[in-house]
């Protein structure tokens, strides 16, 4: 079985410069979920997605952030203008269905982002 | 308070030590936990989930205490590829995930 997938694995840009990360859950995954990970920290939930409609997005700094995932299967995060700050690793995952039950999160590889 | 604070680590133990990770959440209404894996510069894979009961996956033992909010990791006869950060994740509700900062295990020959 194929797992999550995203592209690019690295970027480099410049602050204020536009970025955007791309993943394809694993099939029949209703669920995804972007993670922001900084060096030594865990994972920090960004948004999340029930099939094309999000369900929580209480993290995602919403006046350089965006995300949508319009067909309930394939996901962009966005970046606009981006800060230093945001250097780490997004991460992709997904899930069955299940708002109010947990099913186990599969991550892809994650896309890092360095800002200079 | 941090919603899920880890011991800090890094923890050098060497091959066939047991060593033991905890956890601890700030908010009472929590209703899952989990432990997950994560190596370097890899994604994070679950390791194992966290039942009241208290529950056992071959070398690794997982508790939970509800009434003093913590979670601990049993790693039993360790071994070198258990070297990695343990992140653990705490659950409100289904759909406020929080993972934990993650502890740094390092098992040395």
């Known amino acids: 079985e194929a797992g999550v997938a995203q592209s690019p694995r690295y970027k480099i840009i410049e602050k204020r410069q536009s970025v955007a990360f791309w993943c394809n859950p694993i099939s029949g995954h209703a669920t995804l979920y972007w993670y922001q990970q900084i060096l030594g920290q865990g994972p920090k939930l960004l948004i999340q997605f029930q099939n094309n409609g999000v369900v929580d997005d209480s993290q995602l700094p919403k006046d350089r952030f965006s995300a949508e995932r319009l067909k309930g299967v394939d996901s962009t995060l966005k970046i606009q203008p981006a800060k230093l700050e945001d250097s780490a690793v997004y991460l992709c995952?997904?899930?069955?269905?299940?708002?109010?039950?947990?099913?186990?999160?599969?991550f892809g590889p994650g896309t890092r982002l360095t800002v200079l | 308070r941090k919603e899920v604070e880890q011991d800090p680590g890094p923890f050098n133990v060497p091959e066939g030590a047991t060593v033991a990770f905890n956890c601890t959440y700030s908010?009472?209404?929590?209703?899952?936990f989990f432990w997950y894996r994560q190596d370097c510069r890899k994604e994070p894979k679950l390791l194992m989930s966290v039942y009241s009961s208290g529950n056992e996956d071959g070398r690794f033992t997982a508790q939970l205490n509800r009434a003093s909010q913590y979670i601990s990791l049993l790693i039993r006869d360790s071994k070198l590829s258990d070297s990695a950060t343990y992140l653990c994740v705490v659950i409100l509700g289904g759909q406020n995930f929080v993972f934990g900062p993650g502890t740094r295990l390092s098992v040395l020959p």
């Open positions: 908010n009472s209404a929590s209703q899952s």
């Open positions: 995952a997904s899930s069955l269905a299940g708002t109010y039950s947990y099913n186990e999160q599969f």
